[in-house]
C-alpha cells in the first residue's frame, strides 16, 4: 500500500494551493479517503473527508468554504483545492484511506501517507 502526497509548498495569504495523494496497493474506489494536517507544536486535526464513491464529503468549519475535496477513482488519486490560505492553514498535510461504514462520522483510517508541506507566509 502506497499514498503519496504531492503538490504542498510556500504561498502567499490568499494564494491557492492544490494537494494531490496517488494511491497504490489497494482498490482505492473501496475506501474513504480524508485529508488531516498537524501544524507544529499542535494536535492533528481532520480537515475533509469523501466517501468511496465521492457522493459524501465532510469539512472542519476551518476550512468550509474555502477548501474542496474530491477524487478521481479512474486515477486513484485524492484531491485537496485550497482557495484562500491563510497562516494558520500551515501544517504538513496527510492523505490516508480508511473505512466508513456508518457514514463519514463513522471514518476510521487504514493507511497514512507520508505527508507534504503547507507554509502561508507572507
Known amino acids: 500500500v502506497q499514498l503519496v502526497e504531492s503538490g504542498g509548498g510556500m504561498v502567499q495569504p490568499g494564494e491557492s494551493l492544490r494537494l494531490s495523494c496517488a494511491a497504490s496497493?489497494?482498490?482505492?474506489?473501496?475506501?474513504?479517503m480524508s485529508w488531516l494536517r498537524q501544524a507544529p507544536g499542535k494536535g492533528p486535526e481532520w480537515v475533509s473527508a469523501?466517501?468511496?464513491?465521492?457522493?459524501?464529503?465532510y469539512y472542519a468549519d476551518s476550512v468550509k468554504g474555502r477548501f474542496t475535496i474530491s477524487r478521481d477513482n479512474a486515477k486513484n488519486t485524492l484531491y485537496l483545492q485550497m482557495n484562500s490560505l491563510k497562516p494558520e492553514d500551515t501544517a504538513v498535510y496527510y492523505c490516508?484511506?480508511?473505512?466508513?461504514?456508518?457514514?463519514?462520522?463513522?471514518?476510521?483510517?487504514?493507511?497514512w501517507g507520508q505527508g507534504t508541506q503547507v507554509t502561508v507566509s507572507s
Open positions: 490516508n484511506a480508511g473505512s466508513a461504514a456508518y457514514g463519514l462520522g463513522s471514518y476510521r483510517p487504514s493507511y
Open positions: 496497493g489497494f482498490t482505492f474506489s473501496s475506501y474513504a
Open positions: 469523501i466517501s468511496a464513491g465521492g457522493g459524501s464529503t
